[in-house]
C-alpha cells in the first residue's frame, strides 16, 4: 500500500537592513505563501529580524509559511 507523507523542511533566516536613512523593508509572500498570523514583516533601519520559513509538499501541493522570530538591532 503507498501512502502519500507530506515533506516539510523548515529553516531560519535573517533580512538586515543596513539602510542609510530611514527605509523601510517589507516582507511579502507570493503564490502558495502565508504570513503567521499576528506577525509583522516589516524591518526598520538599523535592525534585523529573524525569520523561519516552513515549506511543505503533500499530494503534489507546495505550501508555505513564513514566521517573525523577533527583531534586534544591527
Given at each position: 500500500v503507498a501512502v502519500d507523507l507530506p515533506a516539510i523542511v523548515t529553516f531560519p533566516f535573517v533580512i538586515e537592513n543596513t539602510a542609510d536613512a530611514a527605509e523601510t523593508i517589507t516582507l511579502n509572500v507570493g503564490t502558495g505563501g502565508t504570513i503567521q498570523a499576528n506577525h509583522t514583516m516589516t524591518i526598520a533601519q538599523n535592525n534585523s529580524k529573524r525569520f523561519e520559513l516552513t515549506i511543505?509538499?503533500?499530494?503534489?501541493?507546495?505550501?508555505?509559511?513564513?514566521?517573525n522570530l523577533g527583531t534586534y538591532l544591527t
Open positions: 511543505s509538499t503533500t499530494s503534489g501541493s507546495e505550501s508555505y509559511i513564513v514566521r
